[in-house]
């Protein structure tokens, strides 16, 4: 097979073979394509795209070049799952979502990233545990989804290494905003856990990575489809993210809302919502639920009896973090210097955010990357976050600023101020989960 005239047929709107597929996607990995082919390639299929079966050969194809976890030696007592998210902001579903399943009967091997843009990353987020180790070796971290049903981690070099080659390029060549290439990129690294069901969180909004409604539900179609076709039933919901889903931004601050969470002290109802609608549709995939109904009383269990919280506490254990985490989170995690509140000018109901500055200023504060290679501040962000449609009167808080100085908390809160908008008139409310997607 020649690399050109693969490329030439995808260029000519031709479908690819397995075969074809496969051989480039080795190509990729073992660097036996050369970067001009790699980038043509992404451009020949930018313009004419890849159908579900090419998606999902390529999709195997990449997951393939690396290794391919398996779990069927551990003898593991319930099904192996997992959820993934397109990202947002004060998107912490995944540190309730794994140790709940958990305490549901699953077992959850989680490859999380890090930060992206203006989008939080679970992997900074657990990083602020001092302890935690995100990057364990195998042994650590198949010890730990045994022992205590969840280890969430950061992604190894093993794992889908054409994944790692192709999106670089694909950055830096204007083809990241294709569906196809979108959908196998995110699956090959997903697939590559060795899961029996995932479920997929594809963000709608002014905070969600797809620019419009119609472009993530379109996502969130390929995705549940493509990865089904690649053998792991998968469903999506598409989500809000039109504000922040969670009441907290920053990484160390949204660790200590999940904890609260996990404990039952300080429940916010749309980050419930959430949660437990991404749990229900995997339990019920994997078959550790009958149906919606008996999904959520086995949630509601999980978080009642303190089971969830238990999980947790077993992975940041098992993960080198402090044994009584659950117990003192403060005296853990670090606390920035400076807490400014954000108040209330005017009279009005909060009608909209914009999300995606949110998002940046928590960037900007620190908690965030603007190169790589950066190291971040985790103490800095915002709690506190009203839900859209609060009224709210001259001095009521709309939230806090975390910071390491006074300068950078007021250059935060004018951020803030232009990311709110508040009006005479309540906003239509709109719902926490828009659609559910199913192949
Ligand atoms: N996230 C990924 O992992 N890959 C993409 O192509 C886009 C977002």
Redesign the pocket.
Known sequence: MLPQEIIRKKRDGSKLSTDELRYFAQGIADGSITEGQVAAFAMAVFFQHLDADECAALTLAMRDTGEVMEWASLNLPGPVIDKHS?GGVGDVVSLMLGPLLAACGGYVPMIS?RG?GHTGGTLDKLDSIPGYQSTPDNGLFRHTVQQAGVAIIGQTACLAPA?KRF?AT?DITAT?ENIG??TA??LS?KLAAGLDALVMDVKAGNGA?MPTYEESRRLAQSIAEVASKAGTPTTALLTDMNQPLAASAGNAIEVLEAIRFLKNECVNERLKEVTFALCSEVLQTSGLARNDSEALAKLQQALDSGQAAERFALMVRSLGGPADLMERPESHLPAAPVILPALAEEEGYLSSYHTRSLGLAVVQLGGGRTRAEQTIDHRVGFDGFLPLGHKVSPGTPLARIHARSEDDARLALQAFKESIVISPEPPESAPAIYERISS
């Open positions: 397109t990233g992206l994944d999106y694909r990241v290439l979108i990129s995110i690294k990575f």
